[in-house]
Nanobody
Framework: QVQLVESGGGLVQPGGSLRLSCAAS????????LGWYRQVPGKQRELVAG???????NYADSVKGRFTTSRDNTKNTVTLQMNDLKPEDAAVYYC????????WGQGTQVTVSS
């Protein structure tokens, strides 16, 4: 069983930065694909960024150039650095781990407002 715990959300002004972290339990972290998703009320959860076990990353077009994801297999953590935040980035952000089955964190709220 895998547990994912996100941290780092909060309130930030437009143009500001936040760094989200996700800590995972279990022993499949290093062989798993990790992802960051976000969801706003009334909309589907969407993929923001992903990183494979080999370190290949992919990003939603809306965040390319502003968000960066990375992983540390020695600490079982994945991070999402978010720069130049916009009001439309406001959402609950979820960490996802996928290896044959997938697991979700509880989510962390990101609010972008002046």
């Amino acid at each position: 069983q895998v547990q994912l715990v996100e941290s780092g959300g909060g309130l930030v002004q437009p143009g500001g930065s936040l760094r989200l972290s996700c800590a995972a339990s279990g022993d499949i972290f290093s062989i798993s694909t990790l992802g960051w998703y976000r969801q706003v009320p009334g909309k589907q959860r969407e993929l923001v960024a992903g990183i494979t076990s080999s370190g290949t990353t992919n990003y939603a077009d809306s965040v390319k150039g502003r968000f960066t994801t990375s992983r540390d297999n020695t600490k079982n953590t994945v991070t999402l650095q978010m720069n130049d935040l916009k009001p439309e980035d406001a959402a609950v952000y979820y960490c996802n781990l996928r290896h044959q089955v997938q697991f979700w964190g509880q989510g962390t709220q990101v609010t972008v407002s002046s």
